[in-house]
């Protein structure tokens, strides 16, 4: 009985190669999964698929392009993107992407009531900015988290950006939680093959919910509980990370987290994003 339960946890929680799928493509939305609010999914574009367009409904959407260059129309407006930039869009939008090359997106969405204001997010400015740009953690456990939607866009349940993991370390340490107010998610990318990494999410160490081995396209929920993971030696873990806010604006906060107890004694590593 205890395997087949985890089983089921593992189905709930892991989905794998979700960057396997040219075109727009979700992977995960709270009807297929524990998500309360947030979505995401891929749009892959190339000689074979150029455009992609969708309409963005109740919903509220960040685009984070991971690789090439794209066109992004909104509302009659265009914006050329490009690698690590993204695009905050409103609920009630009609969005057209496209390319001549090759381009790699992220999409997230949460539901929302109210409508926020259209921006985009140049990763030259995020990089300038040393709370939304910064290292954090003590050898061993040392990466580069940069904050694409945060405090610099005014929005109702989103927060998202990505983490560069140093090769061998862990990440997201100290083990930290913030169920209460946000449910989220991590999205592995940049880990060429031979790379991986364990994944680790659970309340209790004795019985984690999550122990899994992840590569590059495969993503984990985080519906509560802690959740470190680690590299193996040699390689990074790399991963976009998304956060929703239960509840809208109020709950929409980076950085506020309980941390393991035992493992308080150094911070939580994510100061810098508070200044």
């Given at each position: 009985?205890a395997?087949?339960t985890?089983?089921a946890?593992?189905?709930?929680l892991?989905f794998?190669k979700t960057?396997t799928?040219?075109g727009?493509h979700l992977?995960v939305?709270p009807?297929?999964?524990?998500n309360r609010?947030?979505?995401?999914?891929?749009?892959?574009l190339s000689?074979?698929v150029?455009?992609?367009?969708?309409?963005?409904?109740?919903?509220?959407?960040?685009l984070?392009?991971?690789a090439?260059?794209a066109?992004?129309?909104?509302?009659?407006?265009?914006?050329?993107?490009?690698?690590y930039?993204?695009i905050y869009?409103?609920?009630?939008?009609?969005?057209?992407?496209?390319?001549?090359g090759n381009?790699?997106?992220?999409?997230?969405?949460a539901?929302?009531?109210?409508h926020?204001?259209?921006?985009v997010?140049?990763?030259?400015?995020?990089?300038?900015?040393?709370?939304?740009?910064f290292?954090?953690g003590?050898?061993?456990?040392q990466?580069?988290?940069?904050?694409?939607?945060?405090?610099?866009v005014?929005?109702?349940?989103?927060?998202?950006?990505f983490?560069f993991?140093?090769?061998g370390?862990?990440?997201?340490?100290?083990?930290?939680?913030?169920?209460?107010?946000?449910?989220?998610?991590?999205?592995y990318f940049?880990?060429p093959?031979?790379?991986?990494?364990?994944?680790?999410v659970?309340?209790n160490?004795?019985h984690?919910?999550?122990?899994?081995?992840?590569?590059?396209?495969?993503?984990?929920?985080?519906?509560?509980?802690?959740?470190?993971?680690v590299s193996?030696?040699?390689?990074?873990?790399n991963?976009?990370?998304?956060?929703?806010?239960?509840r809208?604006k109020v709950?929409?906060?980076f950085g506020v987290?309980?941390?393991?107890?035992?493992?308080?004694?150094?911070?939580?590593?994510l100061?810098?994003s508070?200044?």
């Amino acid at each position: 009985m205890a395997t087949y339960t985890q089983q089921a946890v593992s189905e709930t929680l892991v989905f794998r190669k979700t960057n396997t799928h040219l075109g727009r493509h979700l992977s995960v939305t709270p009807a297929n999964s524990t998500n309360r609010h947030l979505a995401y999914g891929r749009i892959i574009l190339s000689g074979e698929v150029k455009s992609a367009a969708f309409y963005t409904a109740d919903r509220e959407t960040s685009l984070i392009v991971l690789a090439g260059e794209a066109r992004v129309d909104v509302a009659g407006q265009q914006f050329d993107l490009t690698q690590y930039d993204g695009i905050y869009i409103p609920r009630d939008c009609s969005v057209h992407v496209r390319t001549d090359g090759n381009t790699d997106i992220a999409e997230f969405s949460a539901d929302v009531s109210e409508h926020y204001p259209l921006q985009v997010v140049r990763y030259s400015v995020i990089s300038q900015d040393p709370s939304l740009k910064f290292t954090a953690g003590a050898p061993t456990q040392q990466r580069s988290v940069n904050i694409v939607i945060g405090k610099n866009v005014n929005a109702g349940r989103l927060v998202a950006g990505f983490t560069f993991s140093e090769p061998g370390n862990w990440t997201s340490w100290p083990p930290h939680e913030h169920a209460a107010m946000l449910e989220e998610m991590y999205v592995y990318f940049a880990m060429p093959e031979p790379a991986f990494g364990i994944q680790l999410v659970y309340n209790n160490t004795e019985h984690p919910e999550l122990v899994t081995v992840v590569r590059d396209g495969d993503a984990v929920l985080m519906p509560s509980g802690y959740h470190p993971n680690v590299s193996v030696p040699g390689h990074r873990i790399n991963f976009l990370w998304a956060m929703a806010a239960h509840r809208e604006k109020v709950d929409r906060q980076f950085g506020v987290v309980n941390v393991q107890p035992g493992f308080a004694a150094g911070g939580t590593g994510l100061e810098a994003s508070r200044k």
